[in-house]
């Protein structure tokens, strides 16, 4: 139960009461500045607690965002405001402090003026502890919601009251409330064709109590359900395979929407909604590959292309905008993701353009559409899977997300060489922390003694040896011969890769680097598995990269909300990209032609998965776990 004090009388026939119980309040009302300090004490510590001002009027929906939003652990409108467990130590903090700087001023200038603040009890009082706690700091930030046509107001007398009641009236924040459920910015498919319809779903959802995490499991089940289908081989299963995977896609929109309508936001949410997706689709690509072998059609090494592929352009998008965020947050004026203003005084034409067509009309849709984000992608998918064959769907995958990556990764090239500065220390250690460096390449930086040296970065030689000792890597997985070559190949990647880690990643492109260790280590495992004679292998390298993925997927979601990589201990204890790559290089040299390479991979896939699975959910289900949810918009 959570708890809602009221500063002062209520006014007769307000609903405001009604309003705080219908958001599960318990309310209370404080006739004066020490029946708040009472009360609030009485409270106990495990609750949230609000104070809400009793003149307040507003819609019911202003309230729910300002008091009941999981995620913060203070967020305030005017005239009301709540805090969370954690944060009560500061409330009580900022109650005191205000109280204090109302009464001591009349009491030095003017006793009668005193005597009437105190009979007109504590009007005002939760802007000013709100303005208290924005001024402690020890306490946590206010979040303050944006309202938009949604009114709070603290009325003076009846006819501001009258004036902000008619406001109210005008505003249906029903329809506020289902609109703002959806993503302020989505790609084209899942604007017109989805949320259309799965904005009332989430309604119909929270009305029944459904939550969030629940239609989350609802839309993995679904996915797993359609690639079973898939992976029947046969018409009549790859078409329910398609609209099984477009259901589950309208469900995926369902649970994010459910959140942010009803405000129900967790950690574990945040864990099951940042791996599930990936899940999905991986999960769908193994059940196509399953369903062609069935007809006789081995389309395995363009099953795990395509996840390697599909990996790779995430990592590309995360390492730009971990280093492009931690620019703003620092004050820099380089561009966003999507192509926004470029930096101030840019004279790159490419970038000025692109920020000048990402508000132009139809080029919005379009370029949000050519880079296929996850609702035009599991589209094609499903149509393609429903009329073609698997191995046209995934032909037709590659090539579409290949442009896409392309588009992308060069854009946002010619907007990182429009840089004049030098990266943050942040952006450095978040781009070092998506590397992945394992014992074998922290070993070789330490040696190299470059980050003893300070300075300015040397140009590009970070992405230069990652890329010459990735290209060398993967041009010996698929044409060296079998033999000590490729464990050798493997060492020196482990060198170049040591070197490129040395100096802190602060120069233009250095984001580069770990999607180009993600592509050397994953194209290396594809390469060697297609060119083995080892029954099995591609399924067993299949699971590997998935395992492999889902690590580095969990880096990701883990550095977004604020917490750092996983453990160094864990990441040594897997050796590290460099260190998988000596592993499975080595046991390509000794077992290719045989069913040992199948095995091996197999017990590295295992072996892998069951470490770094333990280790995230013990992660995620903790309370050190951040609530991480993308508001932005589809991930690529």
């Keep these: 139960m959570s708890t809602a004090i009221l500063t002062g009388p209520p006014v007769a026939g307000a609903p405001l009461e009604g309003d705080l119980r ?68 500061a409330l009580v903090r900022a109650v005191s402090a205000a109280v204090s700087a109302a009464a001591a001023p009349s009491a030095r200038t003017a006793p009668a003026a005193a005597v009437r603040t105190a009979a007109r009890g504590p009007a005002g009082l939760p802007d000013r502890v709100a303005a208290a706690l924005d001024e402690d700091g020890r306490a946590p930030a206010v979040h303050r919601p944006e309202l938009g046509v949604l009114v709070a107001a603290v009325p003076a007398d009846g006819a501001e009251r009258a004036e902000a009641e008619r406001a109210v009236a005008a505003v249906d924040d029903e329809r506020v409330r289902l609109r703002s459920a959806v993503k302020s910015r989505d790609g084209f498919f899942t604007t017109f064709f989805v949320s259309p319809y799965s904005r009332h779903l989430a309604r119909w959802c929270a009305r029944r109590g459904l939550t969030p995490n629940q239609v989350t499991t609802a839309s993995l089940l679904t996915a797993l359900i359609a690639a079973a289908c898939a992976a029947t081989g046969t018409r009549g299963g790859f078409v329910a395979a398609g609209v099984l995977l477009i259901a589950s896609f309208v469900l995926d929109c369902t649970d994010g929407q459910l959140a942010r309508y009803a405000l129900k936001y967790s950690k574990l949410g945040a864990w099951l909604d940042a791996t599930f997706d990936r899940a999905k689709e991986y999960a769908y690509y193994a059940g196509l590959a399953l369903g062609a072998a069935r007809g006789g059609d081995d389309v395995w090494a363009l099953a795990l292309g395509a996840m390697v592929l599909q990996t790779c352009r995430h990592v590309v998008d995360f390492s730009f905008n971990e280093a492009d965020r931690h620019e703003r947050e620092a004050g820099g004026q380089h561009t966003g993701e999507r192509g926004g203003e470029p930096a101030a005084g840019s004279a790159n034409p490419a970038a000025a353009l692109s920020g000048r067509l990402d508000r132009v009309g139809w080029t919005v849709w379009a370029r949000r559409m050519i880079v296929l984000p996850i609702g035009e992608r599991w589209a094609l998918i499903a149509l393609l899977t429903a009329l073609t064959t698997p191995r046209t769907t995934f032909v037709v995958l590659l090539a579409g997300c290949a442009f896409a990556a392309c588009y992308t990764t060069a854009g946002r090239v010619l ?26 390449a922290e070993g070789v930086a330490r040696a190299a003694a470059f980050r003893r040296r300070g300075g300015r970065p040397s140009g590009f030689a970070a992405p ?43 120069g233009a492109l250095d984001w580069l680097v770990p999607p180009l260790f993600r592509a050397a280590e994953y194209t290396t495992v594809l390469a060697l598995a297609a060119r083995s004679e080892a029954e099995g292998a591609l399924p067993a390298a299949f699971g590997l990269v998935a395992a492999v993925a889902y690590h580095h997927y969990d880096t990701v979601y883990r550095i977004r909300g604020g917490t750092g990589a996983p453990p160094r201990l864990l990441v040594r204890a897997i050796g590290g990209h460099e260190g998988r790559a000596v592993a499975v290089t080595a046991a390509a040299a000794l077992w290719a032609a045989g069913q040992g390479f199948t095995i091996a991979l197999t017990a590295l896939a295992g072996a892998l998965a069951l470490t770094v699975i333990t280790e995230s959910v013990r992660f995620w289900v903790s309370s050190h776990a951040p609530a991480v949810h993308d508001e932005t918009g589809e991930p690529a």
């Design 22 to 89: 219908s958001l599960g309040f318990d309310v209370r009302v404080a006739e004066d500045a020490a029946g708040v300090e009472t009360a609030l004490a009485a409270v106990p510590a495990g609750e949230r607690v609000a104070l809400v001002d009793s003149r307040f009027v507003g819609h019911v929906h202003s309230l729910r965002l300002a008091l009941t939003d999981p995620r913060f652990p203070a967020a305030a409108i005017p005239g009301a405001l709540a805090v969370r467990p954690g944060a009560r130590t």
């Design 415 to 440: 907007r990182s060489l429009s840089r004049k500065d030098v990266r943050t220390d942040g952006a450095a250690r978040a781009l070092a922390e998506l590397a992945d460096s394992g014992p074998l």
């Design 464 to 506: 230069a040896l990652a890329l010459l000792g990735s290209a060398a890597l993967v041009a010996a997985a698929l044409w060296a011969p079998v033999g000590p070559w490729l464990p050798a190949a493997a060492l020196g990647y482990a060198a170049l890769s040591g070197l490129a880690v040395a100096r802190p990643l602060k």
